[in-house]
């Protein structure tokens, strides 16, 4: 089974840190997804990768930044966290040739 | 802008209610269609998909066919659990483009009491 595993379930942070949130996929997918979950929003964008050291702007990249160094780790960076970034952060991976998404169990961040 | 659309919710069901929650979809061409569901304090988890059209997807009593005629994939149970109570959430590909990306629609809460 593909697993994706996120760093942490939940994360509290104070306003101006530099937020890092982990995920790793131990399936050797091509391509890596960066979401955030808002009650009554849905799912939205923030970053995605296909490949090592490529990203894509998604839907919201406005105080994000992303990393991926390694095939399987794909990071989200909050370069100063804010309070309207507290959210639902959820990580994800599909391989290259179909596009079934595999999530993680979600980073619940709370910025004070 | 968003381009899928599902019914909002919540909904709330008695047990063995029949259930259909409805998604449109705008795409250029034929996209893969998806219905994922949320249990409580856990990732998205992928219900069942249609890849093309008049494809019926299917799994856990869930039933959901793609018809292009509607640019519809309405998710179908005929009976629903307790155990069913999730957020759901309908997606399509992005064929356009060779990036792996999926849109979806906003969710729907679903609630079955006993």
């Known amino acids: 089974d593909v697993k994706v595993t996120q760093s942490s379930r939940y994360l509290v942070k104070r306003t101006g840190e530099k937020v890092f949130l982990e995920c790793v996929q131990d399936?050797?997918?091509?391509?890596m997804f960066w979401y955030r979950q808002d009650p009554g929003l849905g799912l939205r964008l923030i970053y995605f990768?296909?490949?090592?050291?490529?990203?894509e702007k998604g839907d919201i990249p406005e105080g994000y930044s992303v990393s991926r160094e390694k095939k399987e780790r794909f990071s989200l960076i909050l370069e100063s966290a804010s309070t309207n970034q507290t959210s639902m952060y959820l990580c994800?991976?599909?391989?290259?040739?179909?596009?079934?998404?595999?999530f993680g169990p979600g980073t619940r961040l709370t910025v004070t | 802008g968003n381009s899928v659309t599902q019914m909002e919710g919540p909904v709330t069901l008695s047990e063995e209610a029949f259930l259909t929650i409805n998604c449109t979809y705008t795409?250029?061409?034929?996209?893969?269609l998806f219905w994922y569901v949320q249990y409580p304090g856990e990732g998205l988890q992928l219900l069942l998909k249609?890849?093309?059209?008049?494809d019926k997807g299917s799994n856990k009593g869930f039933e959901a066919t793609y018809r292009k005629e509607t640019t519809s994939f309405h998710l179908e149970k005929g009976s629903v659990q307790v155990s069913d109570s999730a957020v759901y959430f309908c997606?399509?590909?992005?064929?356009?483009?060779?990036?792996?990306?999926?849109?979806f629609g906003r969710g729907t809460q679903l609630t079955v009491w006993p």
């Open positions: 997606a399509r590909d992005d064929r356009g483009s060779t990036l792996g990306r999926l849109y």
């Open positions: 990768s296909y490949d090592v050291k490529m990203k």
């Open positions: 994800a991976s599909s391989l290259d040739s179909t596009y079934e998404q595999y």
């Open positions: 249609a890849t093309k059209a008049d």
């Open positions: 399936m050797d997918h091509e391509n």
């Open positions: 795409a250029t061409g034929y996209p893969s």
